[in-house]
């Protein structure tokens, strides 16, 4: 199991702030395959050319990265500031 937070445009666009979801292991990219796999929403909001990002356990993944079991993903929309 995962704890997945969604924030910002990406609350808003999914209608949820977090979720709980059955995990057998994998990585990064294949937990957003498995979420854009869902509907056409999903699909468009997480589309890779869409900018955000995702951390596990508040670690920013630059890329590829494993999600243990029992892990917290974040999915970020781009932040911006001075």
Request: hydrophobic share 40%; charged share 25%.
């Amino acid at each position: 199991m995962i704890r997945i937070l969604y924030f910002g445009m990406l609350r808003d666009k999914l209608g949820r702030d977090q979720e709980q979801l059955e995990w057998q292991g994998g990585s990064t990219s294949e937990l957003l395959a498995q979420l854009r796999s869902r509907d056409t929403q999903w699909a468009e909001a997480l589309a890779p050319g869409q900018v955000f990002r995702v951390a596990v356990n508040r670690q920013m993944a630059y890329e590829d990265m494993p999600i243990p079991d029992g892990a917290e993903v974040g999915i970020l929309p781009p932040v911006t500031g001075g």
